[in-house]
């Protein structure tokens, strides 16, 4: 179940750009961005905020010839800060809107339009593959086919980086997860809160790090190598 907030969300950067904004305020900001907004023209990080884009990133050694993908990059919300730390970015995605817009806010990378389960690169390609918000919107033998293909494209060593939903492993959160996604999400994201992140990637050949947990249990954040 979702709401036409969902449809919002993917119509209206700005509506996107304010919802996370809204989420990251649990983990302690997030940028103020206005890239596909009209009342905006420029993509704007605010000092000691984008806390939340970059939780994963954190503890990874990315040097400017790391060659990093962002996987579902969605408008470059990630992006963003990968290409301060990499000249080898390339952010993938499904779709043409949201790769239009990672183009104009986030020129520094090349983008690709595919699919995450069946992505154009060669075995072996990529040292980093980040995603960001993204596997919730998975069904559960998808979420499998895709992080296969990370396995597939990473090169050996390589590490895998993700930031998603998560239960909640404090009461407190309970109420404000669930009313997210009753209101912008659909039943994928509730299957994923009932996945074991860390158990399938070790199946698919991972060597998995203990997750973080943020905003009391309700994301997580798993690095995994390969
Ligand atoms: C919730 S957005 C997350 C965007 C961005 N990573 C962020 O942190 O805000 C999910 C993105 O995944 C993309 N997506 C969904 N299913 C996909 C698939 N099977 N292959 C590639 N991209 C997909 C959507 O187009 C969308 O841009």
């Not at 290409?83 to 090349?110: E, F, I, W, Y």
């Not at 596997?135 to 990473?154: G, P, T």
């Not at 669930?178 to 991972?206: M, N, R, S, Y």
């Amino acid at each position: 179940m979702a709401t036409i907030l969902r449809n919002w969300s993917y119509r209206y950067q700005w509506f996107y750009d304010s919802i996370s904004g809204l989420a990251a305020l649990s983990v302690g900001g997030e940028p103020a961005r206005c890239g596909g907004s009209p009342r905006c023209s420029d993509w704007r990080t605010r000092k000691g905020e984008g806390r939340l884009r970059q939780l994963a990133l954190q503890g990874l050694t990315i040097s400017k010839d790391t060659k990093v993908l962002d996987l579902c990059c969605g408008s470059g919300q990630v992006t963003q800060f990968l290409v301060k730390l990499s000249q080898n970015v390339t952010g993938l995605d499904a779709s043409p809107l949201s790769l239009k817009r990672a183009q104009q806010n986030v020129p520094q990378a090349k983008y690709v339009e595919a699919f995450a389960e069946d992505m154009p690169f060669a075995d072996h390609e990529f040292d980093v593959v980040h995603t960001s918000v993204a596997l919730h919107e998975m069904e559960q033998q998808q979420l499998r086919q895709i992080l296969q293909e990370v396995n597939r494209v990473l090169k050996p060593g390589g590490v895998f980086t993700l930031v998603d939903f998560h239960n909640p492993t404090n009461p407190l959160f309970v109420p404000g997860i669930w009313v997210f996604l009753l209101l912008f999400e659909t039943h994928t994201a509730w299957q994923l809160l009932k996945t074991d992140l860390p158990a399938l990637l070790t199946e698919i050949g991972f060597e998995v790090g203990e997750p973080k947990l943020y905003a009391g249990g309700s994301l997580q954040v798993i690095q995994a190598k390969k």
